[in-house]
């Protein structure tokens, strides 16, 4: 994993244009975005979808698989940027550093996000990444992912279900669309990064993907609940202030950690057809749900 | 250019998700920022352009215009709702109608912004517009077009120069980027839905976009001076009020209106190799420069 942080931090920083380039500020704000700091979990996805859909790796996909996966970071950091805004969540901190309309302001904020999106774009579109037919599915599945039937719908009904009392189903629905596409996203353009697989193959990927997705959700409202924001860098008990319906809410602290550990499980049992290939995904699947940040 | 204006307005309602799709305000809101309004000036040079390029036109040939008329108007339109929002001009009429961030909330305007983007590049991956490898080259033009070295950049130095008294050269570098670069595109879009073309063909295309690109501008900035808020259908004096910089600030009204005519000759001239395959570009130079909002 240190070494696909590695690559992909790497990969990040040649992508984003250099701080000294006019407008330098924005610039300069677009990689205080990005750089040094996250988990980088979509790109780690990304990663082990190619080498389990691969089977056997080479550089030329391990370089592939850098390019898909600094799209999906851009896409997740300029999702951070616009939901940390002041008319969205309206908060302060992130990966324990100021947000970035704290640290510069809101339109730079705005304008942040906004080019993130598009460079997301323009690095599916510029390095070759598979057959050009395949590479433009590419396009199309990302584009999908983020639109407003995917992660930014999601956070259209986030906003929408603040102080409401959302069921379980109306829950998992808000997380399918906010954080749930771009990781299934991350997962099917890691995996068409590599050779074509059979159709039973991609649906035991796209399924693994839909599961640790939700339980992705689920631990975030578990630590949300339980942890410091200190250890969190972003501010903790913040959806039970924001008053967010959230997994904790809805079900109570114990449920949410079974229901987090069943998703793990079932996530596991989709992949298990795969072998040995897909050890690294299942690696992953325990660094979501066991982690404590 | 009624008739393509009509055709334009029915393709993106139809690219537009439904508006009793769920989130179904966060739909209505993008149908709201698009639909019914503006004059359609990008999609009319993507179909001009392409009729240039290919001398003769069919109807598959107009669907893939189309196309790429609603991926430029959609980008168009996610940047005046973000352009409108109170952290960056902050205005409350558009087209004749509250902004969206009035008519809804600044939260759905971000994400109508947000998810319009992203539908742009979903419409020019999804559709059969050139072959795959071209029509990535096609993403591609976009996406730098509107990101941190275009159309977004622009509006970054934008903000930076409220209040400063910029030279010809540093307003020329500022509308490059924040209405230029999306001109260009459209032109360049355009063009490559129909056959490839010769480099001095495409080169003339270009000069063509960049000048009418400028000389739009110049208008823009005369309109704002001399109109009233009725005829405008947004606020007007709105650049003197937030102490923008203008070419009317820089050169005085009628320099402005000369350089806009000079601009317009110049791009007249930059088409004249193209013969009547050309002629809906340069009505269309001759309706940008003598328009009258």
Redo the contacts between chains.
Sequence with gaps: MARVQTRVENALERSL?RAD???A???EA?RYAVLGGGKRVRPLLAHAAGEAAAGDIDEALLVRLDTVSCAVELIHA?SLV?DD?P??DDDVLRRGKPTVHMEY????A??V???L???A??L???QPLA???A???M??A???A?????M??G???D??SVGQSLTIPELE?MHIHKTGALIRASVSLGAMCAEPMSQAVLAGLDQYARLIGLAFQVVDDVLDAESTTATLGKTAGKDAADDKPTYVKAMGLARAKALATGLRGDALAAIEGLGPRARRLAELADFIVLRKF
Excluded: N
């Excluded at 302001?105 to 730079?108: H, L, M, Q, T, W």
């Design positions: 244009p380039i006019v407008p500020r924005l610039h677009m300029y616009h805004l008319c969205m302001d809101e339109a730079s705005l304008l996000g906004d080019s999106q598009s460079l774009f323009q599916l579109a510029e057959a050009p037919a590479q433009l599915e396009v199309k990302l584009a999908v983020i639109g407003s039937r995917g930014a719908g956070q259209a009904i906003l929408a629905l």
